[in-house]
């Protein structure tokens, strides 16, 4: 049982940074148009694309032609991650 204990903040945390990761990618992604068109591209933005459209849904993120969902995102992320640490 001890294993456990000391092995799931490590998956959790890594799962976070992983998600993390992906959203960076992501606001990479969107100053380079071939690679964002790219297949790669569409496969990142499935995979945050949700997440910013509810956060949207919440809050607004569009200020002008600046969209702060990813910042906001991430903060989230963040802050999500130290609750659960809290909690286990």
Do not use: H, W
């Amino acid at each position: 049982m001890d294993r456990i204990s000391y092995g799931l903040p490590m998956i959790i945390g890594g799962a976070f940074q992983i998600y993390e990761l992906i959203v960076f990618v992501y606001c990479i992604l969107t100053f380079i148009p071939a690679l964002y068109n790219s297949v790669f591209g569409r496969f990142i933005a499935s995979l945050v694309e949700p997440f910013f459209r509810a956060i949207s849904k919440i809050i607004p993120t569009k200020f002008g032609m600046i969209d702060f969902s990813p910042l906001i995102a991430l903060i989230i992320l963040e802050l999500v991650q130290k609750v659960i640490f809290y909690i286990i």
